[in-house]
């Protein structure tokens, strides 16, 4: 097994290699693999989508939305008041952004963050000057810029 964006197996030794876990609605990029070693059709496959799950040795899948987990590769937040918002490039799965507390009993929830740009989350900051703009990037040198109040994204790019 060789797990990468589009993993791959082999049942000879390595002679030849098939595509794994490449359908189904599984996330690329494959982090990790558990076989059980008591059932080895059934398969737990940890990715930058979260976490799936198989039965028959890859050929359906079921992805575990009950583990809230992601990979952020940058965090930041701003100075707004009573509370103030976190903002995090996830891996995969655009910038979100959301408070640290809240009034509600049971705290922030789901329902509180927000996703402020596309593609691969990367660094993210507040303006300086208004925390309800959020400058995002993404792969390939992206820039959005997200206005909180208004709730519109826009791409945008230095004059050259």
């Known amino acids: 097994m060789r797990l990468n964006v589009g993993s791959t197996e082999s049942y000879d030794g390595g002679k030849t290699w098939r ?19 008591d ?3 059934h398969h737990v496959m940890g990715n930058d989508g979260g976490l799936d799950i198989t039965y028959d040795r890859g050929r359906s899948w079921y992805n ?5 987990g992601a990979q952020f590769y940058a965090i930041s937040v701003d100075d707004q008041w009573p509370f103030y918002h976190v903002y995090g490039g996830l891996q995969d ?3 979100w952004g ?15 963050w927000v996703r402020m740009a596309g593609g691969d989350g990367f660094f ?6 208004d925390a309800n703009v959020v400058y995002a990037e993404s792969q390939n040198g992206g820039i959005q810029r997200y206005n909180a109040r208004t709730g519109q994204t826009k791409g945008i790019k230095p004059l050259a």
Do not use: C, M
């Open 98 to 112: 959301g408070p640290n507390r809240t009034r509600n009993t049971f705290g922030p929830t789901n329902a509180d």
């Open 19 to 37: 595509g794994y876990a490449g359908g189904g609605g599984v996330h690329s990029d494959h982090h990790a693999l558990w076989i059980n070693p």
């Open 93 to 95: 799965n655009q910038t």
């Open 64 to 68: 575990n939305e009950n583990i809230v």
């Open 124 to 129: 993210n900051v507040t303006d300086k000057f």
């Open 39 to 41: 059932d080895p059709d």
